[in-house]
Nanobody, 124 residues
Framework: VQLQASGGGLVQTGGSLRLSCAASGRTFSSYVMGWFRQAPGREREFVASIAWSGRSTYYSDSVKGRLTISVDNANNTVYLQMNSLKREDTAVYYC??????????????????WGHGTQVTVSS
């Protein structure tokens, strides 16, 4: 399994970014995809997850209403649309995958496959 995250960058407070995660190496129909982030000096934390079907999603309280996770099955790509960005959203963002159907696992240790991160910096 290979996961390739992209789309990070520098944005001003209140701005938007869309992250992409291209997945390859197997059929993902029975997988859950997740986004995590890690700020300097902090633990890697859960952001959002989605079942590959797209029918179920789950968000951390800190991003609910501002970030939206989605999946394009035809192109094996997962997106994280980030709106109304805040300085505290600054972090390296990682996409991850786990086998199963439940979107409610939020521990990084539940996810087996990881991509390299993409840096998101929100400045005032």
């Amino acid at each position: 399994v290979q996961l390739q995250a992209s789309g990070g960058g520098l944005v001003q407070t209140g701005g938007s970014l869309r992250l992409s995660c291209a997945a390859s190496g197997r059929t993902f129909s029975s997988y859950v995809m997740g986004w995590f982030r890690q700020a300097p000096g902090r633990e890697r934390e859960f952001v959002a997850s989605i079942a590959w079907s797209g029918r179920s999603t789950y968000y951390s309280d800190s991003v609910k209403g501002r970030l939206t996770i989605s999946v394009d099955n035809a192109n094996n790509t997962v997106y994280l649309q980030m709106n109304s960005l805040k300085r505290e959203d600054t972090a390296v963002y990682y996409c991850a995958a786990r086998s199963g159907s439940s979107v409610y696992f939020t521990s990084r240790y539940e996810y087996k496959y990881w991509g390299h991160g993409t840096q998101v910096t929100v400045s005032s």
